[in-house]
T-cell receptor, first 112, second 112 residues
Framework: DTAVSQTPKYLVTQMGNDKSIKCEQN?????MYWYKQDSKKFLKIMFS???????INETVPNRFSPKSPDKAHLNLHINSLELGDSAVYFC???????????FGEGSWLTVV | GQQVMQIPQYQHVQEGEDFTTYCNSS?????IQWYKQRPGGHPVFLIQ?????EVKKQKRLTFQFGEAKKNSSLHITATQTTDVGTYFC????????????FGQGTILTVHP
């Protein structure tokens, strides 16, 4: 069983479109994250949720809107996609803050 | 804000050579974590160090936490092709809702 699963794994879309990435964890963790990894492999946190409450929002454009319907799910919706949004987006979870983080397999987003 | 710097950014070695990556934080860390990301994969937790001067080993991997708890290193003895990937260090920011700040990563290539 996959601990942190996210879908879709690959996504190719045109500029201006709106897309969503879904994430679920079955580890019983209370904290979930979205990270963005650029072509240089730099991992940057975008959002952090604890028990469905937004805790960290790292100056991400408001075109990005996370939603956590419950503490096992954290979805990411992106409006008006831009070329610069092309990256790998990792969902992750942990028990408590800044503890060991378990990453999903990533969603490769390409905006053309 | 807190910065976690990692060097080198890239390292190419011949199989059998040793490899070391260094991590430096601008602030004292309560702990430091190391992750490995295989090409095309997702970051996977390797280890956490908590105590000043702590040294931990995992087979050919040796992890060290500095006395001042501001730096750390990962040393791989006699690299193998299975060691290829990106190695990240990460440290908590220190606030109540502390996020984990990742270093830029060291991309290791092992030539057979």
């Amino acid at each position: 069983d996959t601990a942190v699963s996210q879908t879709p794994k690959y996504l190719v879309t045109q500029m201006g479109n709106d897309k969503s990435i879904k994430c679920e964890q079955n580890l019983g963790h209370d904290t979930m994250y979205w990270y963005k990894q650029d072509s240089k492999k730099f991992l940057k946190i975008m959002f952090s949720y604890n028990n469905k409450e937004l805790i960290i929002n790292e100056t991400v454009p408001n075109r990005f809107s996370p939603k956590s319907p419950d503490k096992a799910h954290l979805n990411l919706h992106i409006n008006s996609l831009e070329l610069g949004d092309s990256a790998v987006y990792f969902c992750a979870s942990s028990l408590g803050f800044a503890n060991t983080i378990y990453f999903g397999e990533g969603s490769w987003l390409t905006v053309v | 804000g807190q910065q976690v710097m990692q060097i080198p950014q890239y390292q190419h070695v011949q199989e059998g050579e040793d490899f070391t990556t260094y991590c430096n934080s601008s602030t004292t860390l309560s702990n430091i974590q190391w992750y490995k990301q295989r090409p095309g994969g997702h970051p996977v937790f390797l280890i956490q160090l908590v105590k000043s001067g702590e040294v931990k080993k995992q087979k050919r991997l040796t992890f060290q936490f500095g006395e001042a708890k501001k730096n750390s290193s990962l040393h791989i003895t006699a690299t193998q092709t299975t060691d290829v990937g990106t190695y990240f260090c990460a440290g908590p920011s220190g606030t109540s809702y502390g996020k984990l700040t990742f270093g830029q990563g060291t991309i290791l290539t092992v030539h057979p």
